[in-house]
């Protein structure tokens, strides 16, 4: 049933990195990465219980982070073109 | 399989429950028809999707330090993802992306 799982959320982080591939505008690709980057705590998880060895665990919770921190500093590169100016600098 | 205890059925049916929901999400990120309508197939491999599969690994772990982390990362990934998705949304209303809204009060208006 893991592998079952396990292929079900590979389709999925498939579907969501066309996504990030074709879609229109950047906000689209940014949230497919997201949605790919959720899908890999997932897929870490699942193939520690699969693999009898959920020590794996770890390296989900870090994704968890890593995921969050770079979407927020794309989307922060984005908006202002810097990663170093603070929301004051911008007005 | 003739050895399925109660519990390994209920993890089964929960696994196979998340991992429906992860393929919805994905099949509505590419068939809605605009970028704030997408947010919601995200959300749901983000919510339903990830705490149903991460709810049967706990079943299978049982009472071990391996369900006190499934529980750790489902708390963070419930806190995180929709912090991120709310920012995204707001950056993209920020650039001036506009919600694609219901065209049947205009389409009557111009055909009248």
């Not at chain 1, 949230?31 to 998880?45: C, D, E, Q, R, S």
């Not at chain 1, 009898?52 to 794309?74: H, K, S, W």
């Not at chain 2, 369900?67 to 993209?92: D, G, Y």
């Amino acid at each position: 049933m893991f592998a079952a799982t396990m292929a079900a959320v590979l389709v999925t982080m498939i579907l969501a990195l066309g996504r990030a591939v074709l879609g229109p505008t950047t906000y689209d690709r940014i949230l497919g990465v997201n949605m790919a980057g959720t899908k890999t705590v997932l897929l870490i998880a699942v193939l520690g219980f699969l693999t009898g060895r959920p020590d794996f665990l770890d390296l989900a919770l870090i994704y968890v982070f890593l995921n969050f921190v770079g979407t927020l500093a794309v989307l922060k590169f984005i908006e202002h073109g810097d990663l170093a100016r603070s929301a004051e600098d911008a007005d | 399989m003739d050895s399925m205890t109660p519990i390994d059925i209920a993890s089964w049916a929960v696994l196979m429950l998340g991992a429906f929901f992860c393929l919805i999400g994905g099949i509505g990120l590419h068939r809605l028809p605009d970028f704030f309508s997408r947010l919601h197939g995200a959300g749901i491999t983000d919510t339903l999707g990830a705490g149903l599969v991460l709810f049967g690994l706990m079943l299978q772990a049982g009472w071990t330090l391996i369900t006190v982390k499934l529980l750790f990362i489902l708390a963070i990934l419930w806190l995180t993802s929709p912090t991120s998705t709310h920012a995204i949304a707001k950056a993209a209303r920020m650039a001036g992306l506009e919600p694609m809204l219901d065209k049947s009060d205009e389409s009557q208006e111009t055909s009248a």
